[in-house]
T-cell receptor
């Protein structure tokens, strides 16, 4: 009965690879988000989708591409992974003007 | 653009002592304010929120925060902490009418010592 679930929880891969992180929410929310948390625990929003439409697109390398097949899913695909991409990536969701609910994060390590 | 300052990156405190985690935001207009808690290897959980109304908001586990518009602050307090309160605490702000664009502070690591 997890509200916001991300897979995988851990992702270890080599530089140059392409990887995807999946996110699903069962709360009936209309908005979903991707955040990046760096090694100093600083959280920054990357993308937000509302009803499958991109509404927030912060300054993120175009190697990062979000995809929302439906309101309950927001996946993050990363091409040509670099060392600096190592971080924890959080998915979140919210209903209109309500607080955001977060997943447990995906810990991405680039070798 | 909004910004949030959490003045203390680390706060060690003994069990059963009171604690205050400080948060200041940049905007002088109306805002929504939030405190989130992150336990080790977990996601963020909403602790409490201020959207409107009473300036003092409380959580179910004894934390409270007071919205102070003149000082643009939203400090988090607890009169008596437990070991289980050890976690990272994040203050966040968004514009009124939309909780979608959240700006987070840099976080405060609260460590409760026995």
């Amino acid at each position: 009965d997890t509200a916001v679930s991300q897979t995988p929880k851990y992702l270890v891969t080599q530089m140059g690879n392409d990887k995807s992180i999946k996110c699903e929410q069962n709360l009936g929310h209309d908005t979903m988000y991707w955040y990046k948390q760096d090694s100093k625990k600083f959280l920054k929003i990357m993308f937000s989708y509302n009803n499958k439409e991109l509404i927030i697109n912060e300054t993120v390398p175009n190697r990062f591409s979000p995809k929302s097949p439906d309101k309950a899913h927001l996946n993050l695909h990363i091409n040509s992974l670099e060392l600096g991409d190592s971080a924890v990536y959080f998915c979140a969701s919210s209903a209109s003007n309500q607080p955001q609910h977060f997943g447990d994060g995906t810990r991405l390590s680039i070798l | 653009a909004q910004s949030v300052t959490q003045l203390d990156s680390q706060v060690p405190v003994f069990e059963e002592a009171p604690v205050e985690l400080r948060c200041n935001y940049s905007s002088s207009v109306s805002v929504y304010l939030f405190w989130y808690v992150q336990y080790p290897n977990q996601g963020l959980q909403l602790l409490l929120k201020y959207l409107s109304g009473s300036t003092l908001v409380e959580s179910i586990n004894g934390f409270e925060a007071e919205f102070n518009k003149s000082q643009t602050s939203f400090h988090l307090r607890k009169p008596s902490v437990h070991i289980s309160d050890t976690a990272e605490y994040f203050c966040a702000v968004s514009d009124p009418g939309s909780a979608r664009q959240l700006t987070f502070g840099s976080g405060t690591q609260l460590t409760v010592l026995p």
